[in-house]
């Protein structure tokens, strides 16, 4: 149990377009997402904590226009990167908390901006 | 500020033997500490916890231990394999949010 899944896994895409990376919870209702960013030989930075129905909660330096957040179900979350550049490339890994705190972390999205 | 720092980014250890992975953090505020295991273009899976009032916790061939009074917290697997081979994150928790250290890459030869 506790399967979270990411789509796409790799996405390569030009400077400038928007890109949406989804996460769903597959066996189990997610009462918080989180969105983590993860740069080469660095640890996972929280990017935004999104609560079902609620808008997400931007962790500091992180701007919320660019990175929109939605979270529409208690098994879906999705980040649309807006105006991808360069500088966004990373690897982005959401996690899904039931009510206990524990979370649970989908297998990651690669994104290549050119 | 790297609140939580893993200062190895890399362990080379011999099958068999003990793998020591360690941890410090500077919030004394951290209520919960994890480890996780991370393989190449996968998310991290979880390993072991250790509450903050605990020293020690165990589970199998791993076993984590917590020195409050040093902010230091460190991973023992014992005896090492290697399918361990992996990078493992030392987190901490707070207010329902976690904070990962930078990692370590973890290689067992056989």
């Known amino acids: 149990g506790a399967v979270v899944s990411q789509h796409p896994s790799r996405v390569i895409c030009k400077s400038g377009t928007s890109v949406k990376i989804e996460c769903r919870s597959l066996d189990f209702q997610a009462t918080t997402m989180f969105w983590y960013r993860q740069f080469p030989k660095q640890s996972l930075m929280l990017m935004a904590t999104?609560?079902?129905?609620?808008?997400?909660?931007?962790e500091q330096g992180v701007e919320k226009d660019k990175f929109l957040i939605n979270h529409a179900s208690l098994t879906l979350s999705t980040l649309t990167v807006t105006s991808a550049h360069p500088e966004d490339s990373s690897f982005y890994i959401c996690?899904?908390?039931?009510?206990?705190?524990?979370?649970?972390f989908g297998p990651g999205t690669r994104l290549t901006v050119l | 500020d790297q609140q939580v720092k893993q200062n190895s980014p890399s362990l080379s250890v011999q099958e068999g033997r003990i793998s020591i992975l360690n941890c410090d953090y500077t919030?004394?505020?951290?209520?919960?500490f994890l480890w996780y295991k991370k393989y190449p273009a996968e998310g991290p899976t979880f390993l072991i916890s250790i509450s903050s009032i605990k020293d020690k916790n165990e589970d199998g061939r791993f076993t984590v231990f917590l020195n409050k009074s040093a902010k230091h917290l460190s991973l023992h697997i014992v005896p090492s394999q290697p399918g361990d081979s992996a990078v493992y994150f030392c987190?901490?928790?707070?207010?329902?949010?976690?904070?990962f250290g930078q990692g370590t890459e973890l290689s067992v030869k056989p």
């Open positions: 996690s899904a908390s039931p009510a206990n705190n524990e979370q649970f």
């Open positions: 919030n004394s505020m951290f209520d919960y």
């Open positions: 999104s609560n079902e129905g609620s808008k997400a909660t931007y």
């Open positions: 987190a901490a928790l707070l207010r329902g949010k976690l904070i």
